[in-house]
């Protein structure tokens, strides 16, 4: 079990908005959503690398389950901007509050950390910043065009905040700035946003997926949802509708896991034919490519989807 509050330390909670909220209770988890704890060399050297360059990873801030496995063959997600959102999902395990200044040198340090790890892919998310005027959005170039300059050879995945009540140009610069995949996740069905994404908006960040496609159609865009929250199948299909006609090509679903008893609890379980046959009626409905189980997440498996998404592309050219 986490510890939420430190009493014995006087440590500031890591979800200070979230300790007035009664604890839920939390499931125990069924044997397909059991995972090895991580230890392996591999392990070990990028978490090193991390510490070395200073960089924060949404693989440990959002304690995510397949971190023994990325981290073992090298693949870290970079989180920029800090470690501290803006938000409260109810879903997420980042620590809220007020975040810091912007880093200048967190581009060429992130850029540094992908060279000598030789990623062929790489993924870069942030933390939500609606403290800064354009919500980040030129960090979030930088970022990418840092990468180009120093790994010219590595394809570049991000997964970006929704730049809600910013200029739209903000979300252009990042457009504009042109990584291989444009990645913002939904997350869950609209009926849930109030108490599952309560500082977001689900048409608006349908929408800013919508625009990557209007400004850059070459550019693929790529989009996730979280089950086992209280949805149906009738509302995640229609998710699944409603982002084919904003052009996303590629879909994530993974099960939601309850960080603490101060998060959002888990409605149930959804079994791995569930995930298949969500899968099948994903490709049904014209993805591109689809990932779908249990320990999905956004990034898990990014570079081998990423070769599959491309060719998938030519495939359907192709034809």
């Not at 409605?267 to 298949?276: C, I, L, N, S, Y």
Request: aromatic share 6%.
């Amino acid at each position: 079990m986490a510890t939420v509050i430190d009493t014995l330390t006087g440590a500031r909670p890591r979800h200070p908005e979230k300790q007035s909220r009664p604890d839920t209770p939390m499931l125990r988890k069924p044997e397909w959503l059991r995972v090895r704890a991580p230890g392996s060399p591999g392990y070990s050297v990028t978490k090193a690398l991390v510490k070395e360059h200073g960089l924060t990873t949404v693989c440990e801030e959002a304690a995510c389950p397949n971190i023994g496995e990325c981290w073992s063959i090298n693949h870290a997600t970079m989180m920029i901007m800090g470690d501290t959102c803006t938000r409260a999902c109810a879903f997420c395990n980042v620590i809220t509050g007020k975040p810091q200044a912007l880093d200048p040198t967190e581009p060429a340090r992130v850029a540094d950390a992908v060279a000598k790890m030789g990623l062929k892919h790489v993924v870069i998310t942030s933390v939500d910043r609606d403290d800064l005027a354009d919500g980040g959005a030129a960090h979030f170039a930088q970022v990418v065009r840092a990468i180009r300059a120093q790994a010219s050879g590595t394809t570049i995945e991000i997964l970006t905040p929704d730049f809600l009540r910013k200029p739209a140009s903000a979300a252009e610069l990042v457009i504009d700035a042109k990584p291989d995949v444009f990645n913002h996740n939904l997350e869950t069905v609209p009926r849930l946003y109030l108490s599952i994404r309560p500082g977001a908006r689900y048409f608006h960040s349908l929408r800013l997926l919508e625009r990557v496609k209007e400004r850059d159609p070459e550019q693929f865009t790529k989009s996730g949802l979280m089950v086992g929250l209280g949805e149906t199948k009738e509302e995640v299909m229609q998710v699944m509708d409603d982002m084919r006609s904003a052009g996303i090509d590629f879909l994530t679903i993974g099960q939601y896991l309850q960080p603490t008893r101060k998060h959002a609890a888990v409605d149930r379980f959804v079994t791995p034919d569930e995930f298949h046959a969500y899968e099948e009626i994903a490709r049904a409905k014209g993805f591109l490519m689809v990932s779908a189980s249990p320990l999905t997440r956004s990034s898990h498996h990014a570079g081998e989807d990423f070769a599959k998404l491309q060719a998938a592309r030519r495939a359907k050219d192709a034809a």
